[in-house]
C-alpha cells in the first residue's frame, strides 16, 4: 500500500491520530497581495481549466502556478517537489509519490524540511483526499524528526486546483478546515494561508 491507498478512517484508527474539525480554521489569516503576473496567469488559466475539465490541466494550470507565487513571495527561498517519490517507512505504509512537496529550505535540488504537503484531488471530491494528505503528513513529521529538523508544524492541503481545504498535523493531533477556500474567489486568502504555513504561524 501506498499514501494514494490509504483512507481517512484508517489513517486515525493506523496512527492513533485525533481529528479535530473546525469551519474557518484558517480564515481569521491575512490576505497577501500577489504579483501581476499571476493576477495575469490566473486570469488566463482558470477559465481554460474550468473548460478542460481534467485533473492534469487543473494541476498544471492552477495549482503549479499558485505554488510558485508562494516560491515568489518568499524571494525564491522555498522550494518546491511535484510528483517526487517520498518512502520514509514502508512497514508503516508511509510511502509512494507525493503531489507537490512545499519545503522551508531553499535546496531544491533534495528535499529539506518539507512543511505543506499537497494532494490533488481526485474527481474534484476534495473528502477523498484527505487520508492521503494526512498520511503524507504523518511521513514529513517522522521525515523531519529523522534528519533532526525543527519543523513544529506540518500542514496540508486537498486541492481540487480550484477549491482549497487546509490541514495542520501538531503531534498525533490533525486540525481540519471544514471550509473550502476558493481560488476563483479567494486567491489571496489562498496565498496567505500558505504563507502562514511556511511561516508556522498558521
Not at 58 to 71: D, G, H, K, P, T
Not at 145 to 165: C, L, M, N, P, R
Amino acid at each position: 500500500m501506498s499514501y494514494s491507498d490509504l483512507k481517512l478512517k484508517q489513517v486515525k484508527t493506523e496512527f492513533g491520530l485525533t481529528l479535530i474539525e473546525q469551519t474557518g480554521l484558517f480564515s481569521h489569516l491575512a490576505a497577501v497581495d500577489f504579483s501581476e503576473y499571476f493576477a495575469a496567469t490566473l486570469a488566463e488559466n482558470l477559465p481554460l481549466a474550468i473548460a478542460i475539465n481534467t485533473e492534469k490541466a487543473r494541476s498544471e494550470l492552477l495549482i503549479a502556478n499558485v505554488l510558485l507565487e508562494l516560491r515568489k513571495q518568499f524571494k525564491r527561498q522555498i522550494s518546491l517537489f511535484s510528483g517526487i517519490e517520498f518512502n520514509v517507512d514502508k512497514d508503516k505504509n508511509l510511502n509512494g509519490y507525493c503531489d507537490f512537496i512545499v519545503s522551508s529550505s531553499a535546496e531544491q535540488l533534495f528535499l529539506q524540511s518539507p512543511v505543506i504537503l499537497i494532494v490533488e484531488a481526485k474527481n474534484e471530491n476534495m473528502m477523498s483526499g484527505l487520508g492521503q494528505c494526512i498520511a503524507e503528513m504523518l511521513a514529513a513529521q517522522l521525515y523531519n524528526q529523522k534528519e533532526h529538523t525543527e519543523v513544529k508544524h506540518i500542514y496540508g492541503a486537498v486541492t481540487s486546483g480550484i477549491y482549497w481545504k487546509f490541514m495542520k498535523l501538531n503531534a498525533t493531533s490533525v486540525f481540519i478546515d471544514l471550509k473550502d477556500y476558493s481560488l476563483e474567489e479567494q486567491p489571496s486568502k489562498i496565498i496567505g494561508i500558505l504563507s502562514a504555513m511556511i511561516r508556522q504561524t498558521a
